[in-house]
């Protein structure tokens, strides 16, 4: 039997990998636990219909491995572990699909703690926690998506500054691909900044919103790398930023909130080359987590706006050591995360 965990290109020494299956939900969940030196692992449940198992495998050790650095470089108590439900979310959903994903949650004890993603909401976990404790993002309080979207922007800001030497969105062409939760918010704060959106997404009517309310232009999926801007944001699904792609985009900043916007890891180095300034994806995108972080742990959140604005500070050192260093901003931010993880 082949081992196709071990196997695959993006096993990173993960801790655990379970495969999860309860026929009478339909559920078919993948967990991965990368690291939990920190802390238990915490990270988001995917809900997407995934073309196959292996996309799926693919998927969440990505995923699981990039929560691991985003927690570590965001200074949280937690580790990084990540889950995929095989389905699709507009289809398949039932609240006895995500009990079953917590009681397979509840088996690991504590290992791994998850909370919304892709795909996935609020209510779903709700459902969650019907069958374990190791669930958050709960509630009316629940979505983590408006803080998301505040990191990303004054990451944003952070990557202006550095690379454009402004402290002004003023004027700044912004073509922003995704108006999911966060890229719609995120969307929001750059227009009240002053910057001009161009959008892309496949859902019309958000599209058709982000034009009404935020005077945005429209362009095809496709057409968004061609267009002439400051600033490319990825907040879709990842591997945006690939030799294909960069050899087209025209902005000189990418600050987006999709996760694995690398497509391979030597494309940090080729943004480099090419002058763009890229705000590593589990840098900017840590706003999510941080809040979910301190629902779970119960930390007084007075502290909470503050941590999440401190990844514009993050970011700000990145730059500086990437230039000073001679290197990519992806790997000195994934050092600065195993300086804080590896042990």
Request: aromatic fraction near 6%.
């Amino acid at each position: 039997m082949t081992a196709f965990v071990f196997n695959e290109l993006n096993f990173d020494d993960h801790e655990q990998v379970v495969f999860a299956s309860e026929p009478k939900s339909g559920l078919r969940a993948i967990i991965a636990v990368h690291n939990t030196n920190l802390g238990p692992a915490m990270g988001g449940c995917r809900m997407w219909n995934y073309d196959n198992e292996a996309a799926a495998i693919n998927d969440v050790l990505r995923l699981s491995r990039g929560m691991t650095y985003k927690n570590a470089v965001a200074s949280l108590p937690i580790g990084g572990g990540k889950s995929v439900i095989i389905g699709d979310p507009k289809a398949d959903k039932t609240p006895a699909l995500f009990e079953a994903l917590g009681e397979a949650l509840e088996r690991l004890g504590g290992r791994y703690v998850t909370a919304e993603d892709v795909g996935t909401s609020p209510a779903d976990m709700a459902n969650v926690a019907k069958k374990t404790k190791f669930v958050a993002g709960l509630g009316d309080r629940g979505d983590p998506s408006p803080f998301t979207a505040l990191g990303c922007f004054v990451g944003a800001q952070a990557a202006v500054k550095h690379q454009l030497k402004r402290d002004s969105m003023e004027g700044l062409v912004v073509a922003l691909q995704g108006l999911g939760h966060v890229g719609y918010d995120y969307a929001r704060r750059l227009h009240e900044a002053g910057a001009k959106l161009i959008v892309a997404d496949i859902d019309q009517a958000a599209l058709h919103r982000a034009q009404e309310e935020l005077g945005a232009e429209i362009v095809g999926i496709d057409a968004i790398y061609d267009v002439q801007a400051d600033i490319y944001a990825p907040c879709a699904l990842g591997a945006t930023l690939n030799p294909d792609t960069l050899s087209r985009l025209k902005a000189t900043i990418v600050a987006g909130a999709a996760n694995n916007q690398l497509a391979t890891a030597d494309m940090g180095e080729a943004c480099r080359q090419k002058g763009i300034l890229y705000a590593p994806d589990f840098v900017i995108n840590a706003g999510g987590i941080i809040k979910v972080c301190y629902e779970y742990l119960n930390t007084p959140e007075d502290g909470m706006d503050a941590h999440v604005r401190r990844i514009g500070d993050t970011l700000a050192e990145v730059f500086a050591r990437a230039d000073a260093e001679g290197l990519a901003t992806s790997v000195v931010a994934d050092r600065i995360a195993e300086a804080k993880f590896k042990r």
